[in-house]
């Protein structure tokens, strides 16, 4: 099940200490750790599964992480939510850079939340995706998605840009998968990237993630790809008041909910501008706890890179 020799998955150096225990469920995991390489920082799980078993377990990645995909109209309201504010971020980087957008490229979209808004205000958008839950297919196809095999970018034309949320902390080799993906893009195209932030540091489970990132580790894999024009977020709560800060603003919409009073007032800037972000009363409830919208300077619960490839 594991890759005989551990090296960093950016450096690729063997300076590697060991952090902590990787806590997980899934037996999948047994006698894992989380390490830390001493020459460029990254974090990582040790020993890495071979690629083989990984590429087994991602198969049915939302049954194995998740235990199946989930339909509640509050967790929908919280993706959508989440999605538009990732969405509005992309956006003001696009803008800043020149990128006009007319084809895009997103690896791993899950059920397609943010497609979907993309496809909203970009109705002509040719959306190319790759998944490797083929349960989700069905739904990305009814959003107008054109699903393409990993191994088959090279069949579609370049495109504007390329996106991947959450999903570069699930691979063994992250350079090697934004170099792969990032050359489906035009010359001057933009890559839009999220990832948890040193999750390990504040999760109970650290399962599924095998890389965990910062600003400088995420940076380091754009530069490595050649990218420019690097932009580079925390997003949510800074990790020490995570929990708390969290659980606090939980509370207070549940009450809100119950009682009608409206509690949200008191949030500040966690409370979402449904302008801005073009929410719903009821999205900008569902993300109060995380707050996926507030930029930090210390990390914080997200970590977003953008960049943009070479010009001709």
Not at 48 to 68: I, L, Q, R
Not at 119 to 135: A, F, G, H, I, Q
Not at 157 to 167: C, F, G, K, W
Not at 257 to 276: E, S
Request: aromatic share 10%; glycine share 6%; net charge neutral.
């Amino acid at each position: 099940m594991h890759a005989k020799i551990m090296k960093c998955a950016i450096c690729k150096s063997r300076d590697l200490a060991t952090i902590k225990p990787y806590a997980a469920e899934n037996s999948f995991f047994a006698d894992s750790k989380v390490c830390l390489c001493g020459a460029c920082g990254m974090q990582m799980i040790s020993p890495f599964p071979s690629e083989d078993a990984w590429e087994t377990y991602n198969k049915s990645y939302f049954v194995n992480a998740h235990g199946g995909l989930n339909s509640s109209k509050w967790i929908e309201a919280y993706n959508i939510g989440v999605a538009k504010t990732r969405l509005t971020a992309f956006i003001r980087y696009l803008d800043e850079q020149n990128v006009e957008l007319s084809s895009v490229l997103e690896i791993g979209p899950g059920q397609g939340y943010l497609m979907r808004e993309f496809k909203k205000r970009l109705p002509t958008l040719d959306y190319y995706v790759v998944e490797s839950d083929s349960s989700v297919h069905g739904e990305l196809k009814r959003y107008g998605a054109v699903i393409v095999d990993a191994t088959d970018i090279t069949t579609i034309n370049p495109v504007d840009a390329v996106i991947a949320t959450h999903v570069l902390e699930h691979t063994l080799d992250p350079i090697s998968f934004l170099r792969h993906f990032t050359s489906s893009l035009r010359p001057g195209g933009a890559v839009f990237i999220e990832t948890p932030c040193l999750d390990h540091e504040y999760k109970d489970l650290h399962e599924p993630h095998v890389l965990f990132f910062e600003k400088s580790t995420l940076g380091r894999c754009f530069e490595m790809c050649g990218l420019q024009h690097i932009t580079l977020t925390y997003n949510g709560d800074v990790i020490p008041n995570l929990r708390r800060n969290g659980f606090i603003r939980k509370c207070l919409v549940k009450l809100e909910v119950k009682t009608g009073v409206p509690f949200h007032k008191l949030l500040g800037q966690y409370w979402a501008n449904d302008q801005l972000f073009g929410l719903t009363y009821q999205q900008s409830l569902a993300i109060v706890e995380t707050s996926p919208h507030i930029e930090q300077d210390m990390p914080a619960r997200w970590v977003r890179a953008f960049g943009k490839s070479k010009n001709v």
